[in-house]
């Protein structure tokens, strides 16, 4: 007759069988992060592209201030408002704490391979002194990558690693795109002259979609792999922050159309704007997963 012992142990065994199961469905799943206020702080959700499936990942007592998913499709970097990030799976809620050698991120990203983290941050206490840094994903090997006047925040990887996009505001009377490149810190400047521009997100077939004020009304705007630049929305609420799906067909959003700040999605082909939130506080920051997963 089998022991208490052994018993337990099978049991066990079972259920970290169950818990790889359960994570290898949802690493093949396209998913959107987002964040939505609950119980008097900004946590993490995640929900399926057509907005079912809602689900709270995180419950501790400090606001979030921005996702980005790890090419596994089932971790997130998480920045808290105190200035920490943290590692957190969606499957078990664990949260790990990523130590920094300079504290008081905001804005830091994964890379696509999981590997590095880019965000930004000033270390003389002023926003003229704010640049873009590079780290390894364990916290090693701080390294700077812009230089340059005027405020730096905001990275955005390219798919392909060899960029960071960001934004920088090099005077009172406009807010720009650049990117850096990771390997020679070398700088290219993308909007010039257009107001204010911000929320930059690159799909894996090299456009380029961000918010801009350039016709009075913050608007979704795409810019194509060759540099033709199109308005995607059209609407008299603030539409922002959008995440490019996988195949690049497709991008969530926020908008204001109905009062809070909520998600929203829209084909970049029929253009017809579909919520998937409807948070009385609001919604933001939606980031869609970059695994493939099932198509809508």
């Known amino acids: 007759m089998m022991n208490l012992k052994k018993i337990k142990n099978i049991l066990k065994m079972l259920a970290i069988l169950n818990l790889l199961l359960v994570s290898a469905v949802r690493a093949s799943e396209q998913k959107i992060a987002y964040l939505a206020h609950t119980s008097n702080y900004w946590q993490v959700w995640t929900m399926l592209p057509d907005g079912s499936q809602k689900q709270q990942i995180t419950s501790s007592k400090y606001d979030k201030t921005h996702v980005s998913w790890y090419p596994d499709g089932i971790h997130l970097l998480v920045n808290g408002a105190q200035g920490w990030i943290f ?6 809620r664990n949260e790990t704490k990523i130590e ?29 002194n704010n640049h873009i840094w590079l780290v390894n994903g364990d916290g090693r090997n701080l390294r700077r990558l812009t230089n340059m006047g005027g405020l730096q925040h ?41 107001i204010y521009n911000f929320d930059v997100a690159i799909s894996n077939n090299g456009e380029m979609a961000f918010s801009s004020n350039r016709q009075d009304n913050y608007e979704i705007w795409i810019q194509e792999a060759n540099g033709n630049v199109h308005r995607l ?19 969530v959003f926020e908008s204001s159309r109905n009062g809070p700040m909520n998600i929203w999605r829209m084909s970049v082909d029929d253009k ?16 869609w997963s970059k695994t493939s997963g099932n198509k809508l």
């Open 87 to 92: 590692k957190i799976n969606t499957v078990t």
């Open 272 to 287: 017809l704007p579909i919520q998937l939130t409807n948070e009385k506080i609001g919604a933001r920051y939606p980031v």
């Open 100 to 128: 920094l050698p300079i504290k008081g991120t905001l804005d830091a990203v994964i890379s696509p391979d999981g590997k590095k983290i880019a965000f930004s941050l000033t270390v003389a206490g002023s926003r003229d």
């Open 233 to 251: 929305t059209h609407n008299k609420a603030i539409d922002s922050r959008p995440s490019w799906s996988p195949d690049g067909k497709v991008i």
């Open 154 to 194: 905001e990275p955005v990887w390219s798919p392909d690693e060899q960029w960071i996009y960001f934004l920088s505001s090099t005077s009172k009377e406009d807010h720009d795109i650049f990117r850096v490149s990771t390997l020679t810190s070398s700088i290219e400047q993308l909007t010039v002259d257009k």
